[in-house]
């Protein structure tokens, strides 16, 4: 009987790890820009968005984020006005203008500018971490965006991985289907590009809901015998 317990105990401290959280990230290289409002135009494929001179408008991805932990890349390859990088519902687009360093959320047409400063939610130019926010030297480099579909956790980081990730937990958004979605200005251009996703995190299993009873075993032959007439 000693020996019938010890083995069920050393089963249940065993790591038990669902098929769900096993699941490896996906990638889909081939992320691009399906659509856009406003004065934004497409081209290489839905990869490079750009605006119209003097003009203001929004590329939405193709990818809609449901569920697990996203990042992409994106590209800057004119930055001379407003950028805004971040992700968005079907009306309103919510990102950090890294033109100013602060976090917006607005909604996409109507000719207004999504950062306009009315829709200004929290600046990011203040964390002492991330100096780099509000830089005006981006052309030509690249940042990572990174967005929680639990949370509603928008963060951006430069590519080099050498300074800080900004980030602004958007609630609203938490368990609401986005897009990847760019605001640009002034004929600013970007590209989109390397995107991963991780799924989301299982819930831990106690590993002793999946043992079964271990049955105590019989005292002596008679009990034995006993249990098969019973049967």
Same mark, same amino acid.
């Given at each position: 009987?000693?020996?019938?317990?010890?083995?069920?105990?050393?089963?249940?401290?065993?790591?038990?790890?669902?098929?769900?959280?096993?699941?490896?990230?996906?990638?889909?290289?081939?992320?691009? +820009?399906?659509?856009?409002?406003?004065?934004?135009?497409? =081209?290489?494929?839905?990869?490079?968005? =750009?605006?119209?001179?003097?003009?203001?408008?929004?590329?939405?991805? =193709?990818?809609?984020?449901?569920?697990?932990?996203? =990042?992409?890349?994106?590209?800057?390859?004119?930055?001379?006005?407003?950028?805004?990088?971040?992700?968005?519902?079907?009306?309103?687009?919510?990102?950090?203008?890294?033109?100013?360093?602060?976090?917006?959320?607005?909604?996409?047409?109507?000719?207004?500018?999504?950062?306009?400063?009315?829709?200004?939610?929290?600046?990011?130019?203040?964390?002492?971490?991330?100096?780099?926010?509000?830089?005006?030297?981006?052309?030509?480099?690249?940042?990572?965006?990174? +967005?929680?579909?639990?949370?509603?956790?928008?963060?951006?980081?430069?590519?080099?991985?050498?300074?800080?990730?900004?980030?602004?937990? +958007?609630?609203?958004?938490?368990?609401?289907?986005?897009?990847?979605?760019?605001?640009?200005?002034?004929?600013?251009?970007?590209?989109?590009?390397?995107?991963?996703?991780?799924?989301?995190?299982?819930?831990?299993?106690?590993?002793?809901?999946?043992?079964?009873?271990?049955?105590?075993?019989?005292?002596?032959?008679?009990?034995?015998?006993?249990?098969?007439?019973?049967?």
């Amino acid at each position: 009987r000693l020996a019938a317990r010890l083995d069920a105990l050393e089963r249940s401290t065993r790591t038990v790890t669902p098929a769900s959280a096993r699941r490896p990230s996906r990638e889909a290289p081939d992320l691009v +820009f399906a659509k856009t409002r406003n004065d934004a135009e497409l =081209s290489m494929g839905g990869k490079m968005a =750009s605006c119209d001179v003097d003009g203001s408008g929004c590329a939405i991805s =193709s990818e809609t984020l449901r569920s697990g932990t996203h =990042s992409w890349e994106i590209r800057l390859h004119r930055t001379d006005g407003a950028v805004g990088i971040g992700v968005c519902t079907e009306r309103d687009g919510f990102c950090l203008d890294i033109g100013d360093g602060r976090w917006y959320r607005g909604v996409m047409s109507g000719g207004m500018w999504v950062t306009n400063h009315r829709n200004e939610v929290a600046d990011a130019d203040s964390d002492a971490d991330a100096p780099w926010c509000a830089d005006s030297g981006w052309c030509g480099r690249s940042l990572v965006v990174k +967005f929680d579909c639990g949370t509603g956790k928008l963060s951006v980081r430069p590519k080099d991985g050498i300074l800080e990730s900004v980030s602004h937990v +958007f609630g609203e958004l938490a368990s609401t289907p986005v897009a990847p979605f760019v605001f640009l200005t002034s004929r600013n251009t970007c590209e989109i590009a390397s995107y991963v996703c991780s799924p989301p995190r299982a819930a831990p299993v106690d590993p002793t809901d999946l043992l079964a009873p271990v049955p105590e075993p019989m005292d002596s032959d008679e009990e034995a015998a006993q249990a098969v007439a019973d049967f």
